[in-house]
């Protein structure tokens, strides 16, 4: 099996591009940290937007379970408007439901 030598020359010139690299990798994990961090802070943010629109949800359900107990209300004749007052002036389509209640349970 036969060594191959390398002159001085080529040594050093092996070394400067030993160098270069290292310097782009350098370089580039500078680059993937500032990217590791983006991405850590734009993910906490987005979990804190789930999390509030989660709540969100939460409060809409149970708003919807309160109208749909209003449905039972109406229904058994015991229908009482303290029981949806607070979506009586909204304009989504809990107010809408809860207006309509209103006049179902008048016409009865």
Known sequence: MQTEELSRQELLSEIKNLKLDIEE??????????????????????????????QEMVVYIQNVQRLAAAISEIENNSFELDSIKEFLNREDELGKMARFFIKISSSQ
Do not use: G, P, T
Not at 36 to 41: C, M, Q
């Open 25 to 54: 990798l350098k370089e580039e994990k500078s680059d993937l940290e500032i990217m590791l961090e983006s991405i850590a802070e734009h993910s906490s943010e987005v979990n804190n937007q789930l999390h509030d629109k989660n």
